[in-house]
């Protein structure tokens, strides 16, 4: 009798287990580490600090443009390629195999590679609205937090514009 209640289940409920989703998603990353240029989100990521310091007059010599560039190249490559290497274990944990394979196929095909280099572009495009965002936020949001935080009543948002 167990056999016919087992049988009955969904098809994709009996073949599909943690470990095939694992290595679907092994696969994925692997692929997305070919094609993603971590090389130009690791550069988005200090662009912000040289416009700061533009913006406030100083000017750097190219060779401290590159002795930057080389110290976060240092720092982030490794861990960021760990960090994404992880990623497989916790698609496993969030997605179906037929996600994870869907995303697998997607980014195989040119226009899924082509995607995947362009992703640093897209972040580097939108980084600076994003931290606008933010640093026009902090200074109504901070003080409700903490009000929060301390048990207090919030102080009343003002109008954003």
Do not use: C, H, W
Request: hydrophobic share 50%; aromatic share 4%.
């Amino acid at each position: 009798m167990p056999l016919l209640a087992l049988l009955a289940l969904p098809l994709p409920l009996l073949a599909e287990t943690r470990e095939e989703r694992v290595a679907v998603a092994t696969e994925y990353v692997d692929l997305a580490l070919q094609s993603f240029d971590l090389t130009a989100v690791i550069e988005t990521m200090y662009q912000p600090i040289l416009q700061q310091v533009a913006a406030g007059g100083q000017v750097l010599a190219d060779d401290q443009v590159a002795q930057i560039r080389q110290l976060y190249l240092d720092t982030f490559t490794q861990p960021m390629t760990s960090l994404m290497r992880d990623q497989a274990q916790i698609m496993a944990d969030l997605m179906t195999l037929g996600e994870i394979t869907a995303l697998r196929d997607f980014y195989a095909t040119p226009e899924g590679r082509s995607v995947l280099a362009k992703l640093p572009q897209l972040t580097a495009a939108q980084q600076p609205a994003v931290m606008q965002l933010v640093n026009d936020r902090m200074g109504t949001l901070m003080p409700q937090v903490l009000a929060i935080i301390n048990g207090e009543a919030p102080p009343a948002p003002t109008a954003q514009p």
